[in-house]
């Protein structure tokens, strides 16, 4: 596998199109970003927007028309892309499948046990080692995915609505797997149109009709430029209310209290951060 640990994973001038009737239709246009090693991005958009067929270019499953990909730190391997249903296997259980994806990359075969015994109890799957996936919900073959990456220890994984169809036990697991192999420096591409799932990473890259009209802090995307009058009018939106959704219920009170002259010390985006934030004033 050829690697190159310093260089960021890059997309230059990308456009996508596809024959439609008699002429072209285009769904990216002119994309260019940057992903580092170890990084979690969240892109976001509306239905529509081209989320899926930038994780499909991201993980190798669809070309671009033009424009420049340079894989750096991701490598020549296939990116794993997880999503909400017909994910890709190698093996009929998460146990062959892993044997399967040591095996490609390398692993010297005698630590392969212990390797793939060890990723399943950290995603908390073990027990399912030998249960066909045909036979296993979609949020424990998600957690199959992932801890087939922390056992290859996989440069970067691409989540395409990977949690939209999961209970929040489910999701809460997954999301906290995702959180596991992100720490031990597997970058983590997240593709959601659910806002409360933004908190997770500290970069957002919002989608709009195929281009990208936003890519900096999640901070910034909940907070800057909100001003209000006296009447409680927003004059000027935060960049997740100009990309049409409503801010989540932590944020909206901050925001509240900010207006009342409540100052909170940090900027809040999780409720456990909001009770810290508010805690903090009344000590
Ligand atoms: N092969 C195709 N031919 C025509 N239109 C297509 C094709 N593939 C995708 N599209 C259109 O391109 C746009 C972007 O699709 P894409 O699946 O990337 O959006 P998305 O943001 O992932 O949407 P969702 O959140 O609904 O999954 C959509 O309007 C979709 O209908």
Known sequence: ?????????????????????????????????????????????KNGSGKSTLAQLL????????????????????????????????????????????????EDVKLIPEIIQSALE??????????????????????????????????????????????????????????TINQQGTAVVWLTHHIEDLSFGERVIALESGKISYDDSTTA?????????LNHTTLIKTPCEELGFTLPYPIQVAHELKLKGIQLPTLPLTSEQLVEAVSYLVK
Do not use: H
């Open 1 to 45: 596998m050829i690697l190159n640990l310093q260089i960021d994973l890059q997309l230059i001038d990308i456009t996508v199109e596809v024959p439609y009737e008699n002429g072209s239709l285009t769904l990216l246009k002119d994309i260019s970003l940057c992903i580092s090693q170890g990084e979690w991005i969240s892109i976001v958009g």
């Open 59 to 106: 993980t190798g499953v669809r070309k671009a028309s033009s424009g420049i990909i340079q894989r750096g730190f991701s490598g020549d391997e296939p990116i794993p892309y997880v999503m909400q249903q017909e994910m890709q296997w190698f093996g009929e259980t998460p146990w062959e499948d892993m044997i399967f994806l040591l095996e490609s990359r390398g």
């Open 122 to 179: 950290r995603v908390g799957i073990d027990l399912l080692k030998d249960r066909p996936f045909a036979e296993m919900s979609g949020g424990q073959q998600q957690l199959a995915a992932i801890a087939g990456c922390l056992a290859a220890r996989t440069p970067i994984i691409v989540f395409d609505e990977a949690t939209s169809m999961l209970d929040s036990t489910s999701r809460q697991q997954v999301l906290a797997a995702a959180k």
């Open 221 to 229: 995307f909940f907070y800057r430029g909100s001003t209000f009058d």
